[in-house]
Every structure is written in structure tokens, then in C-alpha cells.
């Protein structure tokens, strides 16, 4: 079993202002404060993307979602900010229903961003597809209002669907399954979500800490419900919580609170919804 207080206690110890904010949010859903919103939003911009690095002026398709991500854990996919975020991941969407980086970022792009890319191009729209999802349940949960994304989101689904193999695997990245089985629920893509799934559950017991509470935090996301699959990230997060409360990132000790604040969004008892 997970321990969540081990956890909590090791996010309240080694996290930064920003990453303690979301841990509030992701206990009790208390707001964060403006400061905790405006280190994330100073970044962002002009376009409305995010920069890879901190320094740099052109938009990322990947460090886009995961300020969108860390956001999310703020309270919601709200106001200005993620507007401008979520207005500029559509407008850059490829006409075939693609996201790719701009060619500026090359010299810098990890594998998984790398422009031109086949890998990364099924990974970044799979990505990019889950966040404009998640952005839509947040705004509709109940689907009463037609999405406001709906011919973005078809396109990117189409996409995905047309590279996966007839066994359900898929031609990129592990996290490109997923998001991708995320993005393809919600678009009614139910088989197909389904066959991601199984190969996903047949990959678990290899997965990273990182992969396993990305994958859960994630599924639980998009309301797929607290199925089998979920169980068994779960199950496996417990096997490899370290005696710290904390997990290993997949990209340093740098990272690891993050991953402890993912595994937490996957295996809390309730879910909070930010005002409207």
C-alpha cells in the first residue's frame, strides 16, 4: 500500500513554494495563492505556449502541457493564462492533426520532442491531445455543451489511431500510450483506448516509479474509473515507494518531488474541482 503521509511529509520537506502550493491543493483543494500562480504564469509567452528552458523565447509544445499539468494541480484548468495556453496549442496543430516542435528547438529537444520525429510527433500530439481533453472535462464534465476543441481533438485522435498496430502497441514513446488511451475515450475511441490499456497493464511490471504514478495520475484524469489498471499502478507504487515517503524521477533527484506530487494525484481518496 501507498503511504501517503511518508509521501506528504516528504513533499512538505524537499518542495519548493510552487510544489508545496499544489500539494495544499491536492490534500484539502485549498487555493494557492497568487504568488504560487504567478511563478508559473511570468513564464508563459506572449504566443501563449511556455519556453523549453527558462530563459528562452520560443513556445514548446511539451513544456506547454506540463506547465498545464502543474496547473492543473493548482486548482484547475482556468483562467487567462491556460486560455491563451490551450488557444495557442490548437492554433499550432498541424493539418494532419499533428503536434510537432518548431524547428528553432532542435538543437535542444530531448528524443521525445524532437521535431520531424515520427516517435515524437505521436507523442507530443497524444500529449498535447490529453491536455486540450482534460481542459474540456474540466469545462463540460458533463458534456452538456458542444467542446470547444471538438475538431481539434477528432483530427488528433484520427491521428493516433491510424499508427497504432493491430496488437494495440504504438510506434513511440511509453508515455505516448497513456495519453494517448486518454485522448481516444474521450473521442469515443473506446477499442481502441481499450486495447492501449491492456498493453499498458502488460508493461507495468517494467515500468518506472515515474511511468507507473504518470500513467495512474493520468487515467484517473480523463474519469476512465478506478478500474484494473489503475489498481495495478497503484499496486506498483507501493512497491516502490523508497522508506522517505518520495519516489525516483526518471530525470534526477531534481524531479523527484514532482513525481511524489503525481504519485499522490494518483492514489488520493477524492478529486477537487476548482470554482468556476
Not at 510527433?121 to 500529449?127: D, G, N, P
Not at 517494467?206 to 495495478?232: E, F, H, I, T, Y
Request: hydrophobic share 45%; with cysteine; net charge negative.
Amino acid at each position: 500500500m501507498v503511504d501517503i503521509d511518508a509521501a506528504v511529509g516528504y513533499v512538505v520537506a524537499h518542495g519548493d513554494p510552487v510544489e508545496r502550493a499544489r500539494l495544499s491543493f491536492l490534500r484539502t483543494g485549498t487555493m494557492p495563492s497568487a504568488t504560487a500562480l504567478e511563478r508559473i504564469e511570468n513564464e508563459q509567452t506572449s504566443a501563449g505556449g511556455w519556453p523549453a528552458a527558462g530563459d528562452g523565447w520560443v513556445p514548446s509544445v511539451d513544456a506547454t502541457c506540463f506547465r498545464l499539468a502543474e496547473l492543473d494541480d493548482l486548482g484547475g484548468l482556468h483562467g487567462p493564462a491556460v486560455e491563451r495556453a490551450l488557444a495557442w496549442l490548437a492554433s499550432v496543430q498541424r493539418p494532419d492533426g499533428t503536434w510537432q516542435e518548431a524547428e528553432a528547438l532542435a538543437a535542444e529537444a530531448p528524443p521525445w520532442a524532437m521535431p520531424g520525429d515520427p516517435e515524437a510527433t505521436l507523442y507530443l500530439t497524444s500529449v498535447a491531445g490529453f491536455w486540450l481533453t482534460v481542459a474540456e472535462v474540466e469545462a463540460h464534465p458533463r458534456h452538456e455543451e458542444p467542446a470547444r476543441y471538438a475538431t481539434v481533438l477528432q483530427a488528433a485522435a484520427r491521428f493516433v489511431v491510424g499508427r497504432l498496430r493491430p496488437d494495440g502497441t504504438w510506434p513511440s514513446f511509453l508515455a505516448a500510450g497513456w495519453h494517448a488511451a486518454g485522448l481516444l475515450h474521450e473521442q469515443q475511441f473506446f477499442y481502441e483506448s481499450a486495447q492501449v490499456q491492456l498493453v499498458l497493464g502488460d508493461r507495468l511490471r517494467g515500468m518506472s516509479p515515474a511511468d507507473a504514478a504518470n500513467m495512474a495520475a493520468a487515467l484517473r484524469r480523463v474519469n476512465l474509473g478506478d478500474d484494473w489498471l489503475l489498481q495495478s499502478a497503484r499496486k506498483r507504487l507501493g512497491e516502490t515507494q523508497r522508506t522517505d515517503g518520495g519516489w525516483d524521477s526518471d530525470e534526477g533527484p531534481l524531479f523527484d518531488v514532482n513525481t511524489t506530487l503525481i504519485a499522490i494525484r494518483a492514489c488520493r481518496r477524492t478529486a477537487f474541482n476548482a470554482p468556476t
